[in-house]
């Protein structure tokens, strides 16, 4: 199977909760253009997650429009920066099907991507996670050190 794993574009710094904050402006472009990226690279989604938080809502529904398909992301609880990683590991694992899509946040992002693609949470994930960067994964299960970093996008 085939799926990618995505960080949510730039947000505001301040909100009166994390789960407030919006993207900014560049954030929006950033996503927009992850997206054109992953058109380019002729890759569609099946499926769209994305976590319980606006930025990462915001970003999976930017980049459905920027790919030009018609679909709506689902919300997911369990893949929010405050979530242990192996937990939203499963969760991802759950909803997981060939060309899916999921949208959330760092610090998770990279320790998932790590732990699937080298058997390491820890290892330094290249390239860097910035705002909106989106891993292309090969992987049959969602063993450590399974998986196979087939692209990476970055606006």
Same mark, same amino acid.
């Given at each position: 199977?085939?799926?990618?794993?995505?960080?949510?574009?730039?947000?505001?710094?301040?909100?009166?909760?994390?789960?407030?904050?919006?993207?900014?402006?560049?954030?929006?472009?950033?996503?927009?253009?992850?997206?054109?990226?992953?058109?380019?690279?002729?890759?569609?989604?099946?499926?769209?997650?994305?976590?319980?938080?606006?930025? $990462?809502?915001?970003?999976?529904?930017? !980049?459905?429009?920027? /790919?030009? &398909?018609?679909? =709506?992301?689902?919300?997911? #609880?369990?893949?929010?920066?405050?979530?242990?990683?192996?937990?939203?590991? $499963?969760?991802?694992?759950?909803?997981? !099907?060939?060309?899916? /899509?999921? &949208?959330?946040? =760092?610090?998770?992002?990279? #320790?998932?991507?790590?732990?699937?693609?080298?058997?390491?949470?820890?290892?330094?994930?290249?390239?860097?996670?910035?705002?909106?960067?989106?891993?292309?994964?090969?992987?049959?299960?969602?063993?450590?050190?399974?998986?196979?970093?087939?692209?990476?996008?970055?606006?």
């Amino acid at each position: 199977m085939n799926i990618i794993l995505m960080r949510h574009g730039e947000a505001v710094p301040f909100a009166p909760n994390d789960a407030d904050r919006m993207l900014t402006p560049k954030g929006k472009a950033e996503a927009s253009n992850t997206g054109t990226q992953l058109k380019k690279a002729g890759w569609v989604p099946e499926v769209v997650f994305c976590s319980t938080r606006i930025r $990462a809502q915001q970003t999976a529904e930017i !980049v459905v429009s920027a /790919l030009g &398909v018609g679909l =709506q992301a689902t919300v997911l #609880q369990g893949i929010t920066p405050e979530d242990d990683w192996a937990e939203a590991m $499963a969760v991802i694992e759950q909803h997981a !099907v060939n060309q899916g /899509l999921f &949208v959330f946040h =760092q610090p998770i992002l990279t #320790q998932i991507v790590g732990h699937l693609t080298e058997a390491n949470s820890n290892f330094d994930v290249h390239p860097r996670a910035v705002p909106a960067t989106a891993y292309r994964l090969k992987l049959d299960a969602f063993l450590p050190g399974s998986a196979t970093l087939v692209g990476a996008y970055q606006p």
